[in-house]
């Protein structure tokens, strides 16, 4: 039998404060997230000082208490995996800090970990990876196909030019009046809502897996204010529909092609955005035709977590990658 690896997981890149344990990449054995979006909610985004503030108050306690429901031994846990970037640098280094301390304290290997990696590792907590794989990340700052020949191994293949897929969702809800962040309210109208407005959908050069979305955002927009300076009535959740048509159309319909050009054996979605009913049922659909297997994690993995960071860094961890003590937060790190 070999001996189980159990690596503990630190995330602060953005407003979750969260770490877990978990064992051999696969399992997990504790999962903490302390959610600010409270406090964020009356600003309608992310407040970086107010994000830092939080995290600095919340990691002891969310540390003590992945550590006590693990029910494991410092001597029992391998090696400390923190996310270094990408994120606000400020909410980053609190993280970062936690795991160099931990790291020295305890003598324990120091494992930087990729954000983006964590959300695509989410999967490996729910079924293990088929390579090639393709990877559909979509979250409040991101948008990306990532290829993957094996693990570890990540080559971008598109990526969005502007806005993030969340981030349109997030702004639109603003137009709307939904409360931060505003993805989940406009998947709940558009259940409900008739997609007939004739929205654009950006699907830039012929080939080209990128994204593009502020053109739809300021469609959007543009739609909302010119109905109301003409005194027509536009249902939210009309609106809601036919932005969300046109944001899921382009997502599957890319995420397919690629699929098919690079021959995967496996599409995995990750990120916020991937808790989309809308995007979900697009996805099911295509890729049931191709009879590609297509895995989505469930909701409370799809959002940060620090478990899918645990993940990430098993894997980085079994690979031999460390991390010095002068580890750094790097807001723009890149995926590679
Ligand atoms: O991955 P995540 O938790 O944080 C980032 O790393 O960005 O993603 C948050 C994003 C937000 O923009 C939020 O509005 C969006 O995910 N989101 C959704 C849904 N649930 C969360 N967007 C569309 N539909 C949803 N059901
Ligand atoms: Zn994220």
């Known amino acids: 039998m070999t ?21 051999n990449g696969t399992e997990i054995v504790s999962n903490v997230v302390a959610s600010q979006i409270d406090s964020h909610k009356r600003f309608g985004g992310v407040v970086p000082e107010i994000a830092s503030r939080h995290h600095v108050e919340q990691i002891t306690m969310v540390l003590e208490e992945a550590v006590r429901d693990s029910q494991l031994s410092w001597d029992e846990i391998d090696a400390i995996a923190v996310t270094e970037g990408p994120g606000l640098v400020g909410a980053l280094l609190i993280g970062v800090n936690a795991a160099k301390a ?35 990340i979509v979250s409040g700052g991101h948008t990306e196909l990532v290829l993957m020949k094996d ?28 409360p931060y962040p505003g993805g989940p309210h406009i998947d709940r109208l558009a259940a409900v809502g008739e997609a007939n407005i004739a929205f654009p959908r950006a699907w830039l050069e012929e080939g080209s897996y990128d994204f593009s979305f502020s053109g739809l955002k300021s469609a959007v927009i543009n739609k909302i204010h010119n109905a109301k300076q003409r005194g027509e009535v536009l249902k939210d959740e009309d609106v809601a529909a036919s932005f969300q048509e046109s ?14 050009q690079y021959q995967v054996k496996q599409v995995i979605v990750a990120g916020g955005v991937a808790a989309n009913k809308g995007l979900r049922a697009s996805l099911e ?23 899918m ?16 003590l002068d580890l750094n937060a790097n807001a723009s790190l890149l995926l590679k």
């Open 151 to 178: 693990h570890g191994n990540y080559e971008v293949i598109g990526e969005t030019r502007d806005d993030a897929a969340g981030e349109a969702y997030d702004k639109v809800a603003r137009m709307l009046n939904l």
């Open 3 to 23: 001996k189980d690896i159990n690596i503990l997981g630190i995330e602060t890149s953005c407003d979750e404060t969260a770490v877990a344990v978990v064992r």
């Open 309 to 324: 960071i645990a993940a990430a860094g098993t894997i980085a961890y079994e690979q031999g990658r460390r991390s010095s």
């Open 102 to 136: 931990l790291a020295f304290a305890k003598q324990k290997p120091l494992v930087g970990v990729h954000h983006i990696a964590g959300h695509i590792y989410a999967n490996r907590l729910e079924e293990d990876f088929q390579f090639p794989l393709l990877a559909l």
């Open 247 to 260: 944001v899921v159309e382009v997502l599957t319909s890319k995420t397919l092609r690629a699929a098919k």
């Open 285 to 307: 659909t295509a890729f049931k035709q191709v009879d590609i297997p297509l895995l989505i994690p469930p909701l409370h993995l799809c959002t940060d977590n620090a478990a």
